[in-house]
Protein backbone atom coordinates (compact mmCIF):
# COMPACT_ATOMS: atom_id res chain seq x y z
CA UNK A 1 0.00 0.00 0.00
CA UNK A 2 0.62 3.88 -0.43
CA UNK A 3 2.03 5.46 2.07
CA UNK A 4 -1.09 7.02 3.35
CA UNK A 5 -3.14 6.67 6.37
CA UNK A 6 -6.12 8.14 8.05
CA UNK A 7 -7.11 9.04 11.42
CA UNK A 8 -9.19 8.65 13.30
CA UNK A 9 -10.20 4.82 11.90
CA UNK A 10 -13.05 5.15 13.68
CA UNK A 11 -15.12 7.60 15.34
CA UNK A 12 -18.57 8.41 17.24
CA UNK A 13 -20.08 11.73 17.23
CA UNK A 14 -23.18 13.40 17.88
CA UNK A 15 -25.31 15.58 15.51
CA UNK A 16 -23.77 19.52 15.72
CA UNK A 17 -20.72 18.94 16.76
CA UNK A 18 -17.64 19.59 14.55
CA UNK A 19 -15.59 16.99 13.46
CA UNK A 20 -12.26 16.75 11.37
CA UNK A 21 -10.75 13.62 9.55
CA UNK A 22 -6.67 14.09 8.96
CA UNK A 23 -4.95 11.91 5.65
CA UNK A 24 -1.79 12.25 5.74
CA UNK A 25 0.83 10.57 2.98
CA UNK A 26 4.37 10.02 2.67
CA UNK A 27 4.46 9.90 -1.05
CA UNK A 28 4.49 13.88 -2.02
CA UNK A 29 1.99 12.93 -4.65
CA UNK A 30 0.40 16.38 -5.33
CA UNK A 31 -2.97 15.32 -6.08
CA UNK A 32 -5.50 14.26 -2.76
CA UNK A 33 -9.17 13.99 -2.33
CA UNK A 34 -11.84 12.94 -0.07
CA UNK A 35 -14.68 10.30 -1.02
CA UNK A 36 -17.86 9.18 0.88
CA UNK A 37 -18.74 5.88 0.56
CA UNK A 38 -22.38 4.55 0.87
CA UNK A 39 -24.42 1.85 0.05
CA UNK A 40 -25.64 2.34 -3.65
CA UNK A 41 -23.45 5.36 -4.21
CA UNK A 42 -19.88 4.10 -4.98
CA UNK A 43 -17.57 6.62 -4.27
CA UNK A 44 -18.77 10.30 -3.77
CA UNK A 45 -16.12 12.93 -4.30
CA UNK A 46 -16.61 15.59 -1.56
CA UNK A 47 -13.51 17.83 -2.34
CA UNK A 48 -10.18 17.51 -4.27
CA UNK A 49 -6.30 19.51 -3.74
CA UNK A 50 -4.47 19.78 -6.13
CA UNK A 51 -1.72 21.30 -4.29
CA UNK A 52 -0.89 23.30 -1.37
CA UNK A 53 -3.87 25.48 -0.12
CA UNK A 54 -5.47 25.16 -3.81
CA UNK A 55 -8.56 22.97 -3.16
CA UNK A 56 -11.82 22.60 -5.64
CA UNK A 57 -15.31 21.08 -4.76
CA UNK A 58 -16.41 17.91 -5.63
CA UNK A 59 -20.28 16.47 -6.40
CA UNK A 60 -21.03 16.40 -2.84
CA UNK A 61 -19.28 18.93 -1.00
CA UNK A 62 -22.15 20.72 1.00
CA UNK A 63 -21.92 20.99 5.07
CA UNK A 64 -17.74 19.98 4.20
CA UNK A 65 -14.71 21.94 4.11
CA UNK A 66 -11.28 21.16 3.53
CA UNK A 67 -7.65 22.55 4.14
CA UNK A 68 -3.89 21.77 2.78
CA UNK A 69 -1.65 23.59 4.72
CA UNK A 70 1.06 21.08 3.87
CA UNK A 71 1.89 18.78 1.48
CA UNK A 72 1.37 15.22 3.34
CA UNK A 73 -1.64 16.65 5.13
CA UNK A 74 -5.79 17.04 3.99
CA UNK A 75 -8.11 17.72 6.61
CA UNK A 76 -11.68 17.17 6.39
CA UNK A 77 -13.75 19.10 8.42
CA UNK A 78 -17.96 18.60 9.08
CA UNK A 79 -18.43 22.20 10.42
CA UNK A 80 -21.46 20.06 12.28
CA UNK A 81 -22.23 17.18 11.80
CA UNK A 82 -25.35 15.51 10.93
CA UNK A 83 -26.97 12.31 11.09
CA UNK A 84 -26.85 12.02 6.90
CA UNK A 85 -22.92 12.47 6.88
CA UNK A 86 -22.43 8.90 8.95
CA UNK A 87 -20.68 7.20 5.88
CA UNK A 88 -17.10 5.74 5.22
CA UNK A 89 -14.70 8.34 4.56
CA UNK A 90 -11.87 7.44 2.02
CA UNK A 91 -8.98 9.66 1.67
CA UNK A 92 -6.76 8.95 -1.55
CA UNK A 93 -4.09 10.27 -3.28
CA UNK A 94 -2.64 10.82 -7.01
CA UNK A 95 0.39 12.04 -8.56
CA UNK A 96 -1.34 13.03 -11.58
CA UNK A 97 -4.53 13.70 -10.56
CA UNK A 98 -7.42 12.57 -13.32
CA UNK A 99 -5.22 10.72 -15.90
CA UNK A 100 -3.32 8.14 -13.09
CA UNK A 101 -4.33 5.81 -10.34
CA UNK A 102 -5.61 6.88 -6.99
CA UNK A 103 -4.05 5.55 -4.53
CA UNK A 104 -6.67 4.91 -1.14
CA UNK A 105 -6.14 5.29 2.43
CA UNK A 106 -7.86 2.52 4.85
CA UNK A 107 -10.97 4.52 5.02
CA UNK A 108 -12.39 6.17 8.76
CA UNK A 109 -15.75 4.95 9.79
CA UNK A 110 -18.11 7.93 11.04
CA UNK A 111 -21.41 7.48 13.22
CA UNK A 112 -23.21 10.48 13.62
CA UNK A 113 -26.24 10.02 16.22
CA UNK B 1 -18.69 17.54 -15.46
CA UNK B 2 -18.05 13.67 -16.85
CA UNK B 3 -20.92 11.06 -15.86
CA UNK B 4 -20.14 7.50 -15.26
CA UNK B 5 -22.75 4.60 -15.45
CA UNK B 6 -21.36 0.89 -14.31
CA UNK B 7 -23.65 -1.91 -15.01
CA UNK B 8 -24.84 -4.30 -13.78
CA UNK B 9 -24.97 -3.51 -9.86
CA UNK B 10 -24.78 -6.99 -9.31
CA UNK B 11 -23.42 -9.89 -10.71
CA UNK B 12 -23.40 -13.88 -9.36
CA UNK B 13 -21.22 -16.15 -11.28
CA UNK B 14 -20.65 -19.97 -10.82
CA UNK B 15 -16.88 -20.54 -10.37
CA UNK B 16 -14.87 -20.96 -13.61
CA UNK B 17 -17.39 -19.23 -15.59
CA UNK B 18 -16.45 -15.25 -17.17
CA UNK B 19 -17.93 -12.03 -15.61
CA UNK B 20 -18.20 -8.86 -17.57
CA UNK B 21 -19.08 -5.47 -15.91
CA UNK B 22 -19.84 -3.03 -18.19
CA UNK B 23 -19.52 1.55 -18.46
CA UNK B 24 -19.95 3.82 -19.98
CA UNK B 25 -18.97 7.82 -19.81
CA UNK B 26 -19.80 11.45 -21.16
CA UNK B 27 -17.14 13.50 -21.45
CA UNK B 28 -15.26 12.55 -24.88
CA UNK B 29 -12.11 14.55 -22.96
CA UNK B 30 -11.82 11.53 -20.84
CA UNK B 31 -8.39 9.20 -21.94
CA UNK B 32 -7.64 7.61 -18.41
CA UNK B 33 -9.70 4.33 -17.49
CA UNK B 34 -8.97 2.36 -14.11
CA UNK B 35 -10.94 -0.42 -12.98
CA UNK B 36 -10.47 -0.77 -8.87
CA UNK B 37 -11.31 -3.84 -7.01
CA UNK B 38 -12.79 -3.64 -2.81
CA UNK B 39 -12.54 -6.71 -0.79
CA UNK B 40 -15.12 -6.37 1.78
CA UNK B 41 -13.90 -4.00 4.72
CA UNK B 42 -11.17 -2.57 2.49
CA UNK B 43 -9.78 0.04 0.86
CA UNK B 44 -10.57 -0.01 -3.42
CA UNK B 45 -7.29 -0.55 -5.05
CA UNK B 46 -6.41 -0.65 -9.21
CA UNK B 47 -6.39 -4.13 -10.87
CA UNK B 48 -6.31 -3.16 -14.00
CA UNK B 49 -6.31 0.50 -16.47
CA UNK B 50 -6.37 1.52 -20.10
CA UNK B 51 -5.63 4.33 -21.86
CA UNK B 52 -7.44 6.56 -24.54
CA UNK B 53 -4.92 5.51 -27.68
CA UNK B 54 -4.67 2.11 -26.49
CA UNK B 55 -7.83 -0.46 -27.26
CA UNK B 56 -7.82 -3.38 -25.18
CA UNK B 57 -5.17 -4.23 -22.00
CA UNK B 58 -4.44 -8.00 -20.32
CA UNK B 59 -3.50 -9.03 -17.17
CA UNK B 60 -3.58 -12.84 -16.53
CA UNK B 61 -7.24 -13.55 -16.33
CA UNK B 62 -8.59 -9.80 -16.72
CA UNK B 63 -8.74 -8.21 -19.32
CA UNK B 64 -10.37 -4.40 -20.19
CA UNK B 65 -11.46 -3.00 -23.60
CA UNK B 66 -12.35 0.64 -24.03
CA UNK B 67 -14.67 1.92 -27.42
CA UNK B 68 -14.08 5.02 -27.63
CA UNK B 69 -16.05 6.05 -29.88
CA UNK B 70 -19.71 4.27 -28.31
CA UNK B 71 -17.77 5.58 -25.04
CA UNK B 72 -17.76 2.09 -23.03
CA UNK B 73 -15.17 -0.13 -21.57
CA UNK B 74 -15.52 -2.92 -20.01
CA UNK B 75 -13.95 -5.55 -17.30
CA UNK B 76 -13.50 -9.23 -18.39
CA UNK B 77 -12.90 -11.41 -15.91
CA UNK B 78 -12.11 -15.31 -17.08
CA UNK B 79 -12.09 -18.29 -15.24
CA UNK B 80 -13.71 -16.45 -12.37
CA UNK B 81 -11.93 -17.96 -8.12
CA UNK B 82 -13.91 -17.29 -5.20
CA UNK B 83 -11.40 -14.86 -4.31
CA UNK B 84 -12.68 -12.43 -7.12
CA UNK B 85 -15.62 -11.74 -4.77
CA UNK B 86 -15.30 -8.24 -4.23
CA UNK B 87 -17.07 -4.89 -5.04
CA UNK B 88 -15.40 -3.52 -8.64
CA UNK B 89 -15.15 0.23 -9.68
CA UNK B 90 -14.81 1.94 -12.99
CA UNK B 91 -13.82 5.33 -13.52
CA UNK B 92 -12.84 7.92 -15.88
CA UNK B 93 -10.55 10.70 -15.75
CA UNK B 94 -8.80 13.31 -17.62
CA UNK B 95 -5.43 14.91 -18.04
CA UNK B 96 -7.12 18.91 -17.63
CA UNK B 97 -10.16 17.46 -14.50
CA UNK B 98 -7.61 16.81 -11.99
CA UNK B 99 -9.56 14.08 -10.98
CA UNK B 100 -12.13 10.94 -12.16
CA UNK B 101 -15.75 9.79 -11.24
CA UNK B 102 -16.61 6.69 -10.40
CA UNK B 103 -19.27 4.26 -11.08
CA UNK B 104 -21.86 3.16 -8.55
CA UNK B 105 -19.57 -0.58 -8.30
CA UNK B 106 -20.84 -4.05 -9.17
CA UNK B 107 -20.99 -6.51 -6.76
CA UNK B 108 -19.47 -9.71 -8.11
CA UNK B 109 -20.17 -12.76 -6.42
CA UNK B 110 -18.18 -16.09 -7.18
CA UNK B 111 -20.11 -19.47 -6.16
CA UNK B 112 -17.67 -21.97 -5.38
Known amino acids: DAGITQSPRHKVTETGTPVTLRCHQTENHRYMYWYRQDPGHGLRLIHY???????DKGEVSDGYSVSRSKTEDFLLTLESATSSQTSVYFCAISELGGEETQYFGPGTRLLVL | GENVEQHPSTLSVQEGDSAVIKCTYS??????FPWYKQELGKRPQLIID?????GEKKDQRIAVTLNKTAKHFSLHITETQPEDSAVYFC???????????FGDGTTLTVKP
Open chain 2, 27 to 32: DSASNY
Open chain 2, 50 to 54: IRSNV
Open chain 1, 49 to 55: SYGVKDT
Open chain 2, 91 to 101: AAGDTNAGKST
